[in-house]
C-alpha cells in the first residue's frame, strides 16, 4: 500500500496551520499534471522532480516559483512509478510497476529521449529508490492484494504455481514483499524478505538500510526496520523465494522464532498507520534540533520522529508525533470495514482502498489502483522548514539534543522564547 511523504505533505499542505515554530510553504503544481504525487527528488543542482501515479516525471529548476516555475513534462508512459532518484537534469532514474528504469536527455531538451531498462526481474509495486556507496541501487516490493486469488494479469514473470498458497497477501511473483538491490549494470540480488509493503525505503548517513513496513496480516503494527542480509522481518508469503525454502512454515511459534524484529515499533493509530521513507535530519540544526533523528512521513497526515541508538550492533528507539492532523486509532477502527482498507483522508469523510475494478457509482478514478487523494488535498504540495523559534527537545534523550536545544524539562514538548 504506498503511502509516501509527498501525498503526505500534499495533505498538510491544506491542512495544517503554520505556527511560529514551522512554516508551512504551498508550492502549486503546474497547471497540466496529474497530481496524484508518488515520488519526489531533487537532483544535486537542487531541481525538484516529481513523478506521479498516472506515470509522468515532472521538473522545474526553481519550485520555489511553484505553477509559475519552469515546469517541464520530463517523461510519461510509465506505470505507476513509486521511487525516483535523480542524478542530474538529464538523468533519473525510477521505479515503476514492472521494472527500474533510467531516463535520459541526450539533447538537452528537457525531455527524456530514451528509456532504458535497467532490471525488470519483478512485477509489482516497487518502492525506494536509493544508490548506495557502491552505486547499487536499492529498492523494496510489495505484496499484491488479491484476497487469496492471483490475478494473472499482472505478474510479468513467471509464476511459480507449486510456491502459490492460499494467502490474504501472497507472493506470486519472484522476490515480491523482499528489499532488493540493483547493481549499476542490472543484476538483482535479493536482501532480505518478510515484508508485507515495505513503502519507506531510506538510507542513514552512515550508508545503513532502513525501511517501514506496513500495518496487516502478521505485521501487527507499522515498523521501522534495520535491513541486514538475510533477515526475515515477519511476513511469511515471501519466504518462498528463499533458496533454502521448503514450504509452507507450520507454527506461528515457529514463524516467530525466524522473525527478526524491527527497529521501532510505530503504534498504529498513535503513531499513524501507513508510514512512507525514513529520512535522516542531516542539516546541522537548521530544522531544529533534531539532528541525526529520522522523520517519517505516514498516510494519515502525521509527520513522527523517531530516535535511534545503536547497541551491540541492532538498533532501537523510540518514535514521537512531529506534526499531526488529528486521525488516530479510533478514526481508523471506525472507519475500517470488511474486504476493504478503508484510509481516513480529509477532513469530510472517507475514501475506500481497494484492490478492485471500480463498482459503478464510485468517486473513485477507474484503474486497477486507487489512492484516496482528493483534489483539493492534492492540487498542491508542501514543505515545511523551521522558523525563527527555537524549539526543545523532548525525546528519550535531552542530553543528546545539545546544550542550545537542552529543555529544562525533559519529556515536554514546548518552544524556548527566545
Ligand atoms: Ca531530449
Known amino acids: 500500500m504506498p503511502r509516501f511523504l509527498s501525498i503526505l505533505l500534499a495533505l498538510f499542505a491544506v491542512s495544517l496551520r503554520a505556527d511560529n515554530t514551522y512554516e508551512i510553504e504551498e508550492i502549486p503544481l503546474p497547471e497540466g499534471m496529474v497530481p496524484e504525487i508518488s515520488g519526489v527528488a531533487f537532483t544535486p543542482q537542487g531541481s525538484l522532480v516529481v513523478v506521479n501515479r498516472p ?13 509559475k516555475g519552469p515546469w517541464q513534462r520530463f517523461a510519461f508512459g510509465l506505470h505507476e512509478p513509486l521511487g525516483v532518484l535523480a542524478l542530474s537534469e538529464n538523468e533519473i532514474y525510477v521505479t515503476q510497476r514492472p521494472e527500474l528504469t533510467r531516463l535520459l536527455d541526450n539533447d538537452g531538451d528537457g525531455v527524456a529521449d530514451r528509456y532504458e531498462t535497467v532490471n525488470d526481474d519483478w512485477h509489482e509495486f516497487t518502492f525506494g529508490l536509493r544508490r548506495d556507496r557502491e552505486g547499487n541501487f536499492l529498492l523494496s516490493t510489495g505484496l499484491p492484494d488479491v484476497a487469496g486469488s492471483i ?21 506470486p511473483g519472484l522476490y515480491e514483499g523482499w528489499a532488493l538491490k540493483v547493481s549499476p549494470q542490472g543484476r538483482l540480488t535479493p536482501i532480505a524478505s518478510g515484508f508485507r509493503a515495505a513503502s519507506g525505503l531510506g538510507l ?39 533458496e533454502d525454502y521448503a514450504g509452507p512454515v507450520e507454527s506461528l511459534e515457529t514463524l516467530a522464532a525466524m522473525r527478526s524484529p524491527e527497529a521501532v515499533a510505530l503504534p498504529h493509530g498513535a503513531l499513524g ?93 477507474p484503474g486497477n489502483m486507487r489512492w484516496p487523494s482528493r483534489p483539493t488535498a492534492a492540487s498542491t504540495w508542501g514543505r515545511r522548514r523551521a522558523a525563527g523559534e527555537r524549539v526543545t527537545d523532548s525525546s528519550a534523550s535531552c ?10 524539562r525533559c519529556g515536554s514538548r514546548r518552544r524556548d522564547s527566545a
Open 204 to 242: 542513514s548517513p552512515e550508508g545503513e538500510l532502513f525501511v517501514t513496513d506496513q500495518q496487516g496480516d502478521y505485521i501487527a503494527t507499522s515498523t521501522l526496520v534495520y535491513v541486514q542480509p538475510g533477515r526475515f522481518y515477519g511476513h511469511p508469503a515471501s519466504l518462498k523465494w528463499r
Open 151 to 171: 490475478n494473472p494479469l499482472h505478474p510479468r514473470v513467471p509464476l511459480s504455481e507449486e510456491k502459490v498458497h492460499r494467502e490474504a497477501k501472497p507472493s
Open 399 to 408: 542530553e543528546a539534543a545539545g546544550r542550545r536545544w537542552k529543555s529544562k
Open 55 to 67: 506515470g509522468e516525471v515532472w521538473l522545474t529548476s526553481d519550485p520555489a516559483k511553484g505553477a
Open 273 to 365: 498507520g501507513s508510514p512512507g521513507e525514513p529520512i535522516w535530519d542531516t542539516t546541522g540544526g537548521k530544522f531544529g534540533p533534531f539532528e541525526g533523528q529520522v522523520f517519517i512521513g505516514d498516510f494519515t497526515k502525521l509527520i513522527s520522529r523517531v530516535f535511534l541508538e545503536k547497541v551491540a550492533g541492532e538498533y532501537q528507539g523510540a518514535a514521537f508525533p512531529f506534526l499531526r492532523d488529528a486521525v488516530g486509532l479510533e478514526a481508523i477502527q471506525a472507519n475500517s470495514g470488511a474486504n476493504s482498507l478503508t484510509i481516513p483522508a480529509g477532513k469530510d469523510g472517507l475514501k475506500h482502498f481497494r484492490d478492485v475494478p471500480p463498482r459503478s457509482g464510485t468517486p473513485l478514478r
